[in-house]
């Protein structure tokens, strides 16, 4: 999310968490660090970063008033347990796990320390935003404590197989580029049938 008045749209449509990318060379780069003040009280707010320095993240983190810091680079264990020292109380951590195929599964146990939640995204050329999917099926693979984010090209026409993916440590799923109209400018009205349908199935 980017846009202040798309923001507040989008919060009506009943999701619990909303994204800001942090990363410059991403098209979707939030360089206006007020426009997070459009997120309302309730809806958690998720900063990603992509391989950026401890300091500068914690800077955003603490200027934005994140709750979770989502990393989507190559960050090392011992970067992520450094950054957790620094971050204000109470900010959670996310590493973002590439996927392709099931050996990409067992690099989430690295995290496992250090990390509150992982995010299962698609392995592609770029970082994330793909539009496609990896084979859900790999995931029963993960065998990890930490809860995770299912993502990766997920759309609107993919309410029914997301009603019947089960994982005991699923918490949710990330939505994005297929519901965009622009990068970082979300179709609210797609977005919002969604949410609801998927709602009716669970």
């Given at each position: ?86 971050l204000p109380k109470g900010v959670r951590l996310m590493k973002a796990i590439s996927i392709s195929t099931a050996d990409d599964i067992g ?51 993919d309410v029914e197989a997301v009603s019947k993916f089960h994982h005991p440590k699923m918490m949710g799923i990330d939505l994005n580029s ?16 969604f949410v609801g349908e998927l709602r009716i199935k669970n």
């Amino acid at each position: 999310m980017r846009e202040p008045d798309n923001i507040r749209d989008v919060a009506q449509t009943g999701v619990n968490w909303m994204g800001m990318i942090f990363w410059q060379q991403s098209s979707r780069y939030v360089a206006d660090l007020s426009a997070a003040n459009a997120i309302p009280s309730g809806i958690e707010r998720v900063g990603v970063f992509v391989d950026q320095t401890n300091d500068l993240i914690v800077d955003v983190a603490t200027k934005c008033h994140l709750n979770i810091v989502q990393l989507h680079g190559r960050e090392s264990k011992e970067s992520i347990a450094d950054l957790r020292q620094q971050l204000p109380k109470g900010v959670r951590l996310m590493k973002a796990i590439s996927i392709s195929t099931a050996d990409d599964i067992g690099k989430a146990a690295d995290y496992a320390d250090v990390a509150d939640y992982l995010l299962f995204d698609t392995k592609c050329q770029t970082v994330g935003g793909s539009g496609r999917q990896f084979d859900w099926s790999l995931i029963d693979n993960y065998q990890g404590p930490l809860p995770f984010l299912l993502s990766g090209g997920i759309g609107p026409e993919d309410v029914e197989a997301v009603s019947k993916f089960h994982h005991p440590k699923m918490m949710g799923i990330d939505l994005n580029s297929r519901f965009e109209t622009a990068p970082a400018h979300k179709n609210v009205e797609r977005l919002s049938a969604f949410v609801g349908e998927l709602r009716i199935k669970n």
